[in-house]
């Protein structure tokens, strides 16, 4: 695969990326104000966009970063933390 190749797939997959925020927001998944995201809240799309496209389960935000960590970035309790391996 060329390097162009390489760098339209890494291109497309930030766009698609993007585009699933929007639609997260879009469709009330991202309970925020619609110019403003937590990055909780991003990790959390993050999370789902990758389940639902590439079939991997990424960790928690609390699991990945630790609590504090979390609501330094906006975490508020509000979903369920499973820790993998548990």
């Not at 639609?23 to 389940?51: K, W």
Request: aromatic share 6%.
């Amino acid at each position: 695969m060329s390097e162009q190749s390489n760098s339209q797939i890494k291109a497309d997959a930030i766009n698609e990326f993007v585009c699933s925020i929007i639609g997260a927001l879009e469709s009330g998944f991202i309970d925020s104000d619609p110019n403003s995201m937590t990055i909780a809240e991003l990790h959390r799309v993050a999370q789902c966009y990758v389940e639902d496209l590439y079939g991997v389960k990424l960790p928690h935000i609390v699991e990945q970063w630790g609590i504090e960590t979390a609501r330094l970035c906006g975490y508020t309790g509000k979903t369920e933390v499973v820790v993998h391996g548990e």
